[in-house]
């Protein structure tokens, strides 16, 4: 069980990120944590690049801690993904000392196919957004986590 970061419970805004093989999804919530949006998905390059957009993207909206997505296996397993968001998480944290936690992001790309499609985006233009809108599931989740009081699954 992965609990959340103590730092993470005070308000302030919140960043998410669904990481993947080739793009990373990024999403931001206000400082009242009332109102998720999907910012943009970040096409990865180098390490050093991306984590510098992630910092400039996080900085502008002076987040107070990141929520990345941990792509579990649907028994709740670890997997290559889930080791690579760890990886992820563990490299920003030896450029910057962050409030991190993870969200079980099973099922979240789906979810948010299905948001994309009920707000009327046509299909074709849901692989341009998908990413993006993955990580506003991942972060509306682990709001609702720190809502409740409840740990992270």
């Given amino acids: 069980m992965i609990f959340l970061h103590p730092a993470l419970l005070p308000k302030g805004p919140l960043m998410a990120l669904d990481p993947g093989t080739r793009t990373i999804g990024v999403a931001a919530c206000n400082s009242d944590r009332t109102l ?81 499609s009920e707000a009327g985006i046509p299909i074709h233009r849901h692989k341009e957004m998908i990413d993006a809108e993955a990580a506003a599931v991942i972060l509306e989740d682990a709001l609702l986590r720190i809502a409740e009081g409840v740990p992270e699954a």
């Fill in 36 to 116: 998720v949006s999907p910012i943009e998905t970040i096409e990865r390059t180098k390490f050093s690049e991306d984590a510098a957009r992630i910092f400039k993207l996080y900085d502008e909206r002076a987040c107070k801690g990141l929520i990345i997505g941990l792509p579990l296996h649907m028994d709740g397993g670890d997997g290559r993904r889930a080791q690579s968001a760890r990886s992820l998480a563990t490299n920003l944290l030896r450029l910057r000392d962050l409030p991190i936690a993870y969200q079980d992001e099973r099922l979240s790309t789906f979810e948010a196919g299905e948001t994309l």
